[in-house]
């Protein structure tokens, strides 16, 4: 399997774990090497290097992804606190992680714009905040956009 367990300070800069509390940091499990060339997931089929899933899509309607970690307990916990409990601060290590995976996987793609789905103005008015501009902004920011 491609994933670490662990802590990973060794994967994703200091700066980012420094904001962490220590379970958090001993509990999240990134995404080194993707399996499956599409999403990104594990799990891979045949030698196609894709997984069921995306395998089933055709190809030009396939969409690339990546996700930075694992989608454990503690990372839906983080992204909970961060979406409805108004984290704001959380938007920094959720961004610099996504921008250590952007420059590790997506920096000779000439990607010039960095955008973020807009939320509907109630939930707006409910959460107080965007957390998908917040964590655009922290990757616009650490890719110099």
């Known amino acids: 399997m491609l994933v670490l367990q662990g802590p990973i ?8 774990w420094d ?8 509990q999240i499990m990134p995404i080194l090497l993707p399996g499956c060339i599409v999403c990104g997931r594990v799990e891979k089929c045949g030698g196609l290097g894709i997984c069921f899933d ?3 899509v055709p190809t030009k309607s396939r ?10 307990e503690s990372i839906r916990q983080m992204v909970h606190i ?23 996987e997506l920096s000779n793609k000439g990607i010039s714009l960095i955008t973020f789905v807009p939320l ?3 939930r707006l008015c409910e959460r107080g905040f965007n957390q998908a501009e ?12």
């Open 82 to 104: 961060f979406k409805y409990k108004g984290n704001v601060k959380l938007a920094e290590p959720l961004g610099s992680w996504m921008a250590e995976l952007f420059l590790r």
């Open 54 to 56: 995306c395998a089933r």
């Open 9 to 16: 300070r060794s994967v994703y800069s200091e700066r980012v």
């Open 134 to 145: 917040e964590i655009a902004k922290v990757l616009a920011r650490k890719k110099g956009i």
């Open 120 to 122: 509907a103005d109630d």
């Open 63 to 72: 969409i690339y992804n990546r996700s930075v970690v694992e989608y454990t």
């Open 19 to 26: 904001q962490l509390c220590e379970t958090c940091r001993t």
